[in-house]
């Protein structure tokens, strides 16, 4: 079946703008994580939910980044005014059991 | 704190050669141990993970670790490497089996594959 999908793939920001990024889990998976992976270093947790709600936003670097998940599907981390320090991979990854299935991820450039 | 030590940043070994990555982890209860890789441009692709249990556990693509309570580690193995097998390689550990609690991961270690 299919996978976790995130789009865009790429996207390229200028500093200050706002940035949508969009994760679709596998289908009923419950569980629902965000990472953020610098380059060259590991991914690091920013926030959970399950189904709907978020449980989890301890690991958010600061309050312009904002996650939500409105449906317990589908879910999207926003980031208002990008800095240069955002520049990473965004991952997704959904579970339903033990396991977390992480998507391609959505790398972010801000120039 | 909870920590993941992968003390190697890159390795490189010869094609057929056998391969040892290492990863020592600090946790206050008992771990629950993944180990993933990641190809260029790739997402995080599962290759096993320990709960509980046998403490040598087999994966995917012919890998296998063993976790070592009295060390703390959960080193990752291969009897023989194969050219695709170059990848980056992170180990992390999570509470709840990884499905109530987000992981913690190392910063990787890099395998190149000589011919």
């Known amino acids: 079946g299919a996978g976790v999908s995130q789009s865009p793939r790429y996207k390229v920001a200028k500093r200050g703008q706002d940035v949508a990024l969009r994760c679709d889990p596998i289908?009923?998976?419950?569980?629902l994580f965000w990472y953020q992976q610098a380059l060259g270093q590991g991914p690091e947790f920013l926030t959970y939910f399950q189904n709907e709600a978020q449980l989890d936003k301890s690991g958010l670097p600061s309050d312009r980044f904002f996650a939500e998940r409105p449906e317990g599907s589908v879910s999207t981390l926003k980031i208002q005014r990008t800095q240069q320090e955002d520049s990473a991979v965004y991952l997704c990854?959904?579970?339903?059991?033990?396991?977390?299935?992480f998507g391609p991820g959505t790398r972010l450039t801000v120039l | 704190a909870q920590s993941v030590t992968q003390p190697d940043i890159h390795i490189t070994v010869s094609e057929g050669a056998s391969l040892e990555l290492r990863c020592n982890y600090s946790y206050g209860a008992t771990p629950y141990l993944f180990w993933y890789v990641q190809s260029p441009g790739q997402g995080l692709q599962l290759l096993l993970k320990?709960?509980?249990?046998?403490?040598l556990v087999q994966g995917i693509k012919g890998f296998e670790a063993e976790f070592k309570r009295s060390q703390s580690s959960f080193n990752l193995r291969k009897p023989s490497v194969h050219w695709s097998d170059a990848a980056e390689y992170f180990c992390a550990v999570g509470d709840h089996g990884g499905s109530q609690g987000n992981l913690i991961f190392g910063k990787g270690t890099k395998l190149s594959v000589k011919p």
């Open positions: 320990y709960f509980s249990g046998d403490t």
């Open positions: 289908s009923g998976h419950v569980s």
């Open positions: 990854a959904s579970s339903r059991g033990d396991t977390q299935y």
